[in-house]
């Protein structure tokens, strides 16, 4: 009701995103309404699902993904994160794609939990190799358990972006020109959202998963921090270290492509091409 409300106030005061605004309340009704209104569908996200909340839910679920401790503590750990994350990029995804011969919504369901499952595998494979054929050396433990993990988190967070959001680039997504006038459906506008949004998660995660393991090998290793070398002192360390990289790298990841992306117009469709003459066209990229 609170968010309805908003909605209301922002159409009666007449203001867009490129005016200024002066009032406090007008503030924050675009703040309640930019965090919990898709803007494609204009549908409300479910509060675990919107924006502010990604932080709180997904930063346990990393610090349970990255303790690499037995394969199935990994896969269900994995398998859980995967989840959330890729029940947050469907619904936060391009909402304009478009299917007639099936439904798209359960296409995507069915799509990401295929993705998901395979994901959480990928992710405890390096874990089972190595308990399978008894690897324990100091090598192996530092490669499965050090440096593979970062690298395979971060792909597969990416690739399961790519699966659950398909449908933009199979069917394509609308683009809009200034004014925010559809002008067409564009694949490669979709394709384009797609990239860029699994990139900006890869990023996010594999530098979550990375930065915090070399950090704590090196604390382990460092002679004057003995008091460190205790298992609570370094999972306090751990967690630490894995809170403030995803915190600080979450503006980053979003930051580094324009939720409102732009493609130049001798990029798109022939179709697209001669039904305007706008140089640059605009579309939602999603999150």
Known sequence: DEIRRTRLLLQNSGKTLSEPIQNDQTKQA?????????????????????????????LPLVVASSLQLRA???????????????????????????????????????????????????GALPLVFMNQYTLKSSLTQLVVKKLLPAPLFGLMSAFTVVVVRSPEFENGIEVMDRNGKVVGVSQKAGEKAVKETALSRAVLFGTTFFLPGVLTYFVERAKFAKFAKTPHALASVRLL??????????????????????????DLEPEILSSTEETELFYNRGI
């Open 30 to 58: 675009f703040l309640l309404s930019l965090s919990s209104v898709h803007p494609d569908t204009d549908k409300i996200i479910p509060v675990l699902f919107r924006p502010p909340a990604f932080l709180p839910i997904s």
């Open 72 to 122: 199935k503590q990994t896969f269900f750990s994995q398998f859980v994160f995967h989840t959330y994350t890729t029940g947050f990029t469907l619904l936060n995804g391009n909402g304009t794609a478009k299917a007639e011969e099936y439904s798209l919504q359960q296409k995507q369901i069915f799509c990401g939990l295929g993705a998901i499952t395979y994901a959480a595998c990928i």
């Open 241 to 266: 270290m894995t809170t403030s990289v995803l915190a600080g790298m979450l503006p980053v990841s979003l930051s580094m492509f324009p939720q409102c992306g732009e493609i130049k117009r001798a």
